[in-house]
């Protein structure tokens, strides 16, 4: 019965602290976070890795160097790209290499996507945690989740540790094109930025996987 009681104390506890968020205090600081990290990205430039797969087929691979300019727009030049489908001779060959090209476009276009939701507007931000439901998962894991975001439909789910602010998670789905994309990203925080280290994208209509990782990330000269 005290074991009982215990919990039930820790349970009222926990939810009072839930209570007690402050959305539009919290919505200014991580809005302010946010900013302040986003100005940090501009410092830098990295590599990003892209493998893509449908089913279990290579079917494109790229490297890209990648920063984010000082309007807050990513920019990301390729150094390398290379497509894994073996061309047949002849009219088969041409139908197939076309197949090639509008798969790399599909791909490329939910990476595009997938950068909206990954570094989303200032006043996205503030949506998200002005409209979004917020959430004490433990006494230093803070829950943002949010719906109809960006696009109708969308489904959005953020961690941050609590007291830096710092994003350590994030989740999405949404559509392109009428096809659904669901996301994982995971974030590090190296240097005092907090960075993206890999994103898992998944396209069931077209049977893709898209992972994409960031690595050498330099200060600019």
Same mark, same amino acid.
């Given at each position: 019965?005290?074991?009982?009681? $215990?919990?039930?104390? @820790?349970?009222?506890?926990? =939810? @009072? @602290?839930?209570?007690?968020?402050?959305?539009?205090?919290?919505?200014?600081?991580?809005?302010?976070?946010?900013? &302040?990290?986003?100005?940090?990205?501009?410092?830098?430039?990295?590599?990003?890795?892209?493998?893509?797969?449908?089913?279990? &087929?290579?079917?494109? !691979?790229? =490297?890209? !160097?990648? $920063?984010?300019?000082?309007? #807050?727009?990513?920019?990301?030049?390729?150094?390398?790209?290379?497509?894994?489908?073996?061309?047949?001779?002849? %009219?088969?060959?041409?139908?197939?290499?076309?197949?090639?090209?509008?798969?790399?476009?599909?791909?490329?276009?939910?990476?595009? =996507?997938?950068?909206?939701?990954?570094?989303?507007?200032? #006043?996205?931000?503030? &949506?998200?945690?002005?409209?979004?439901? =917020? !959430?004490?998962?433990?006494?230093?894991?803070?829950?943002?989740?949010?719906?109809?975001?960006?696009?109708?439909?969308?489904?959005?789910?953020?961690?941050?540790?609590?007291?830096? %602010? &710092?994003?350590?998670?994030?989740?999405?789905?949404?559509?392109?094109?009428?096809?659904?994309?669901?996301?994982?990203?995971?974030?590090?925080?190296?240097? #005092?930025?907090?960075?993206?280290? !890999?994103?898992?994208? $998944?396209?069931?209509?077209?049977?893709?996987?898209?992972?994409?990782?960031?690595?050498?990330?330099?200060?600019?000269?």
């Amino acid at each position: 019965m005290k074991k009982k009681l $215990t919990l039930m104390f @820790a349970g009222v506890c926990f =939810l @009072a @602290a839930s209570a007690q968020i402050d959305k539009t205090q919290l919505s200014l600081d991580v809005s302010k976070k946010y900013s &302040d990290n986003l100005k940090l990205h501009t410092q830098y430039t990295w590599k990003r890795s892209v493998e893509a797969f449908v089913g279990k &087929d290579k079917v494109m !691979s790229s =490297l890209s !160097s990648v $920063t984010i300019s000082l309007d #807050g727009k990513m920019v990301a030049n390729v150094i390398q790209e290379q497509s894994y489908v073996q061309k047949k001779p002849g %009219l088969r060959g041409a139908m197939q290499e076309n197949g090639a090209q509008d798969m790399n476009a599909y791909i490329k276009n939910a990476i595009e =996507l997938t950068m909206k939701y990954i570094f989303p507007s200032q #006043g996205q931000m503030v &949506d998200l945690f002005n409209k979004g439901t =917020l !959430s004490l998962l433990d006494n230093n894991t803070l829950q943002a989740e949010a719906f109809n975001l960006l696009a109708q439909g969308d489904r959005l789910n953020y961690k941050y540790n609590k007291t830096t %602010l &710092d994003c350590l998670s994030q989740d999405f789905s949404t559509v392109m094109n009428g096809d659904p994309v669901k996301a994982i990203v995971s974030f590090e925080n190296v240097d #005092g930025l907090n960075r993206v280290k !890999s994103v898992q994208l $998944t396209l069931p209509a077209k049977n893709v996987v898209i992972n994409l990782s960031n690595s050498e990330y330099a200060k600019k000269l």
